[in-house]
């Protein structure tokens, strides 16, 4: 009579609870290892200018070259530029920036499609994680322009967004390039979300839609005139809390 094979008896409960927790704790480690390394790398870039934007957008594209050239100009202009590192429109945010006088810096993250390093960081940094990669970008940032996208550059908006409207982080200029590409989401703001009192008015206030490159490196100057770009207390605790 063949002998009966025996099944490997399972892990006792109280064993897989402990590994659990020891895997659970490494990963925290992770996590902590990823902001530390990150702010200490980071802390003498400001002021930054972080710049969203799609990675499916080739260099012949007009949004590359527009891209490009903006970031040029915020660079002469003394602000490093932040970028998610990857090809497309963080692309060529990284490269106006790595030709320009200020620091262009890439926070990369780990995908299994799209995301590859660009060539033109002077800082480049990769993340597991997505919340500590998107932390940065609001940590480090006195200006967020965003550029047309798709899902991320919409998720990365809409956070910088909330995060000021509901005074998480200090108020500073949300500019959206591209009128054509940006007006039926702005259009429907005002139609759904304001009509239906989902938001206040004055909260699409926050956002302006420039095009042009000068007008943009502008815009961010007129918001500093009268304070500068150094982190006012108020500001600091807040980004200490967020």
Not at 18 to 47: D, N, Y
Not at 126 to 131: A, D, L, N, P, T
Not at 152 to 170: R, V, Y
């Amino acid at each position: 009579m063949k002998e009966k094979e025996k099944l490997p008896r399972p892990l006792d409960p109280e064993l897989q609870s402990h590994s659990g927790a020891a895997q659970e704790a490494w990963r925290v480690f992770g996590i902590m290892s990823e902001f530390v390394e990150a702010t200490e790398r980071l802390k003498m870039i400001r002021p930054g200018v972080s710049i969203f934007g799609s990675a499916r957008i080739a260099p012949e594209h007009p949004y590359y070259r527009l891209t490009e050239e903006i970031a040029r100009k915020l660079s002469d202009a003394g602000f490093s530029v932040i970028s998610g590192g990857g090809p497309g429109i963080m692309e060529a945010a990284n490269k106006g920036a790595f030709y320009g006088r200020s620091p262009s810096v890439g926070l990369n993250i780990e995908l299994p499609h799209e995301q590859a390093a660009n060539a033109y960081q002077d800082i480049s940094l990769s993340f597991h994680h997505f919340f500590a990669r998107k932390y940065m970008f609001v940590r480090f940032a006195s200006a967020y322009v965003v550029m047309p996208g798709g899902f991320g550059t919409l998720d990365e908006f809409f956070e910088a967004l909330t995060l000021t409207q509901t005074n998480k982080t200090p108020h500073i200029p949300i500019i959206l390039v591209g009128a054509t590409f940006w007006r039926g989401l702005v259009d429907w703001f005002h139609e759904r979300l304001i009509a239906e009192a989902m938001i206040n008015a004055e909260d699409l206030r926050l956002i302006q839609i420039i095009d042009e490159p000068d007008e943009v490196v502008a815009a961010i100057f007129n918001h500093y005139e009268s304070r500068g770009f150094t982190p006012l207390s108020a500001e600091r605790e807040l980004m200490l809390n967020l």
